[in-house]
T-cell receptor, first 114, second 115 residues
Framework: AQSVTQLDSQVPVFEEAPVELRCNYS??????LFWYVQYPNQGLQLLLK??????LVESINGFEAEFNKSQTSFHLRKPSVHISDTAEYFC????????????FGTGTRLTIIP | DVKVTQSSRYLVKRTGEKVFLECVQD?????MFWYRQDPGLGLRLIYF???????EKGDIPEGYSVSREKKERFSLILESASTNQTSMYLC??????????????FGDGTRLSIL
């Protein structure tokens, strides 16, 4: 069975500072990894995904995440955050085949301090 | 762009009522999911469906049932609502069959309060 751990439930960061949101997973098979973002009073939106190939994946709004197989991690980073990045971020993992489910972490609430 | 529509954003019901939450997707996706989201617990899967009339229990199915009579529509039913079912409910859909490389697409959620 797969599992996802997001170590930080809340992360406060000053505007224009860098941020890293941590995600570790466990699985006995090949996996795909996702980061979702949830803005207040909305559903989840896909931020970025790792399927295969380059271990560094990027989103259109400046976030990036690096798949590290040896450390079973998929940390999310942004070099300079903006007020509009205030949201909850969820890491999720799915198995390669045969299991339709996504397993989510418990989420990290990112608060940007002006 | 994929659109997943949940019929209500906010819903208030009374204990013991039968409650229906409706979800419709417009991308012909095989897979549909119902989650509940509670602070500190993340998203927990209630039920999912991989085809019309097919359903499988998720992690917390007790007190819930589902219906999928048409491919685009997936309904969550609270047979007899209780206060501990007060929560945010999220519906999602995904294509790709049993391959895990397709992301799930979410609706905006229904915030359900049981009084």
């Amino acid at each position: 069975a797969q599992s996802v751990t997001q170590l930080d439930s809340q992360v406060p960061v000053f505007e224009e500072a860098p941020v890293e949101l941590r995600c570790n997973y466990s699985s006995s098979v090949s996996v795909y990894l996702f980061w979702y973002v949830q803005y207040p009073n909305q559903g989840l939106q896909l931020l970025l995904k790792y399927l295969s190939g380059s271990t560094l994946v990027e989103s259109i709004n400046g976030f990036e995440a690096e798949f590290n197989k040896s450390q079973t991690s998929f940390h999310l980073r942004k070099p300079s955050v903006h007020i509009s990045d205030t949201a909850e971020y969820f890491c999720a993992v799915s198995e390669d085949f045969g299991n339709e489910k996504l397993t989510f972490g418990t989420g990290t609430r990112l608060t940007i301090i002006p | 762009d994929v659109k997943v529509t949940q019929s209500s954003r906010y819903l208030v019901k009374r204990t013991g009522e039968k409650v229906f939450l409706e979800c419709v997707q417009d991308m012909d996706h095989e897979n549909m999911f119902w989650y509940r989201q509670d602070p500190g617990l993340g998203l927990r899967l209630i039920y999912f469906s991989y085809d019309v009339k097919m359903k499988e229990k998720g992690d917390i199915p007790e007190g819930y049932s589902v219906s999928r009579e048409k491919k685009e529509r997936f309904s969550l039913i609270l047979e007899s609502a209780s206060t501990n079912q007060t929560s945010m409910y999220l519906c999602a859909s995904r294509g790709g069959g049993s391959w895990g490389n397709q992301p799930q697409h979410f609706g905006d959620g229904t915030r359900l309060s049981i009084l």
